[in-house]
């Protein structure tokens, strides 16, 4: 995740670590991949255009431009990947969790 604080509707370089069952997941025989997001509401969005942060990706790492308004509600957002791997077996990576914050709150 992005390791500077983000406000509500601010662009920013989501980074994910993917893993599963506590282990970082190798990306390099990937052939696609999804990344969703659950707002604080529910809601659930998909976002596909993403990378390999370090290619070839065996340190497990996605990167995605996150635009402006996208992230557009305060509170914990969770962030999952899902892998395809040759074959067609994808597997879901362990959720992770970001705050978006009101440009009005102070940092505490």
Known sequence: MASERIEINQA???????????????????VGFEINWRSPDGTISTNVIASIENPPGTDGKIGYDVPKDTF???????????????GGNIIPCEPVETEIYSIWQSVE
Not at 22 to 29: A, F, I, K, P, R
Request: charged content about 30%; hydrophobic content about 40%.
């Open 12 to 30: 920013f370089r989501l980074i994910i670590e993917c893993k599963v069952n506590g282990s970082v997941v190798d990306l390099s025989t990937l």
């Open 72 to 86: 557009d509600e305060t509170g914990k957002w969770e962030v999952k990947a899902y892998l395809e791997y040759p």
